[in-house]
Every structure is written in C-alpha cells, then in structure tokens.
C-alpha cells in the first residue's frame, strides 16, 4: 500500500450490475462512481478503475435478509467475495452491512425529480454502503467521522 492516503471502492453487487463509489481516504467523501455490468470483462474493468484511483481497499455491501439471516444473495455475494480476493490478493476486502442502501438511494433519485436509472441507482448505493463503513472506520485517518 502506498505510504499516503489513497481511496476506498465500495461495490453494491448485484447479479447483473455493480455499482462502484469511490472516496479518497483523506477526503473521506464518497462519491457515486460507476456501474458495470457483470460479464466477461467485468474484472478486466475493475481493476482499471482499481489502478486508475489508487484504490488501497475494497468494501463490498453485505446483503441479508430483514432478520439478518443469509439469503440467497448472501450466498452469491460470499462467492463474488471469493472472486475479488483471487484476483486482487493484495486488496484488503471488507464487509458492510447494506440494509436498505438501494431503497434510500432511489428515494433520494426520486426527490431529485430527474430521470435515472437503475445504475445510477447501483451506484449511490454504493455511496451510502461506503460512507456507513468509513463512519464505523474513522481510525483509518486519525479523523472523526
């Protein structure tokens, strides 16, 4: 890892899409980055982004259900989880709970009144799964959250 702050990618994983937010561990301000969708270059394409932002670690938004049990999406996100860690073993991965970040991400869409996506969507989930994790992790710059 490089000696000064680097970035933070947060991905809200779904089974054709993943949203990305990025937020500079200085900073400490996500911002809604991307979706890509899942397929045969969807690792290819991350890691550009990876090496492009000087990404130091990786949150993944943790899916259960509203009793915190492992659902189904549970299990596929556990197995996505094994994926990034073979082919980005020198990324630290993180867990964070994702309860209902896609529900206030298209509710804050809505009250924009502009039009969106679900990507757009995808992606400011991912905002809000990055900024509860750097809240739970303000150690990580010595600055409070």
């Known amino acids: 890892m490089p000696a000064t702050p680097s970035s933070v990618l947060a991905l809200d994983v779904g089974n054709k899409r993943v949203g990305i937010a990025l937020a500079s561990l200085a900073a400490r301000l996500p911002q809604p980055l991307t979706t890509l969708e899942r397929g045969d270059n ?25 009793e915190g049990q492992s659902t189904s ?12 860690n073979r082919h980005f073993p020198a990324l630290p991965i993180h867990q964070q709970d994702e309860a209902l970040t896609s529900k206030m991400a298209e509710a804050e869409l809505q009250k924009r009144g502009k039009a969106y996506n679900r990507g757009d969507v995808d992606a400011l989930a991912a905002s809000y799964i990055l900024a509860d994790w750097l809240a739970e992790h303000s150690s990580l710059t010595g600055k409070a959250a």
């Not at 090496?51 to 130091?56: K, R």
């Open 42 to 66: 969807f690792l290819a394409k991350l890691s550009e982004i990876i090496n492009h932002e000087d990404v130091s670690e990786i949150v993944v938004g943790w899916p259960r259900g509203l």
């Open 73 to 84: 999406q549970t299990e596929a996100t556990a197995a996505f989880v094994e994926e990034l």
